[in-house]
């Protein structure tokens, strides 16, 4: 009995310790895209090119996936950042699910798990993009997200404000971007860059070498405050998102190895059993999204088509350790609404696809 406990332990560290190894570099990749975000972009530029209309909206917020190469670890900071900067919340919500799948590097890693069976490969981008887009949609109903925010996300949003012209903005209308701190460690604030930024709206009275000379040194001290911005926010979002990591990954390792895996693998030429099945393994197993396709490829011969799909479809959105993560933006019962939509609507996208193939 003892040798069978020690056993399950060192199997389970060894699962936790490759998870987090795993996932840690596309964390790391997360938190420096949102760190940019924060620092080089004009929130006000980005939240003016997102469509009104909610449905649009969480298409591109899906869509855009693909130009951030981040998978279930890292799209949750960038996420909560978009939030911060008030970009819609279907764009958001859209851009938390899907892009963990519709990136160039997981398409890619997908092919060539999947060369023999491109319909895999097609299937899982088209149908992780309707689902991300139909749950931020379902989201737009909430005309008001703060409710089903985690209360410092909630505090960071910002409210809407009239028009002001360029002279009488005040300090307190500086952008999110210009501002420190991940909003959940209570570090949040403005930096001194907002004040650099005033003074350079000011008129210069001087001559005009002082005015070059002037405007050339402020540039370098607004630089400079970027970069330390920059670095400050990487700081405390590892400090907070990697400690969360940690107990998700420990959580994901003990269930799996403590799982009966026999009776899944049982259930996986039921139609509908098998897609259950995957569902559950693809939540349990809490794989990185960018080497998921090769696990799910052991399974080829022995489940359907549509279970490994909802296994490469489902685990990227919804998973032990992505959990813990997106209880960093949401309250409980969001992530629990975002685990049953996504679900429900890839057991029946996935469903229809071994009725069809069967």
Known sequence: MQPVLTNQLNNAFTLFLSLLVEAIPFLLLGVLFSGLLLGFVDERKLVSRIPRNPLLAALMGSSIGFLFP?????????????????VPAPAAIGFLLAAPTINPVVIWATWTAFRDQPEIVVLRVVFSLLIATIIGWVFSVQTDLRPLLHP????????????????????????????????????????????????????????????????????HRVSKERLRLLLDTMVQELRELGGVLVVGSAIAAIIQVGAPRELILNLG?????????????????SICSTVDAFFALSFASTF????????????????????????????????I??????????????LAVNLYLG
């Not at 460690?185 to 008129?203: C, F, M, N, T, Y």
């Not at 088509?305 to 959990?323: E, Q, R, V």
């Open 70 to 86: 981040v998978c279930e670890c890292g799209n949750v900071p960038v996420a909560r950042r978009l939030l911060m900067q008030g």
């Open 152 to 219: 410092s996300v909630a505090r960071a949003i910002p409210l809407p404000k009239p028009e002001l012209s360029e002279t009488e903005l005040a300090p307190a209308d500086t952008p999110l971007l210009l501002q420190s701190g991940t909003f959940m460690l209570g570090q949040g604030g403005a930096v001194p860059i907002e004040s650099l930024l005033k003074d350079q709206r000011q008129p210069l009275k001087t001559g005009k070498t002082d005015k070059t000379s002037k405007r050339s040194s402020m540039f």
């Open 269 to 285: 030429q039921g139609p509908v059993s098998s897609i259950l099945a995957m569902l559950l393994l693809g939540a349990v197993v």
């Open 304 to 335: 359907t088509s549509g279970s490994l799909l909802a296994f490469l479809i489902f685990g990227p959105m919804i998973d032990l350790k992505g959990i813990g993560l997106m209880l960093s933006i949401f309250k409980g019962r969001s992530v």
């Open 337 to 350: 609404y975002l685990m049953v939509l996504a679900a429900q609507l890839t057991f029946l996208m996935t």
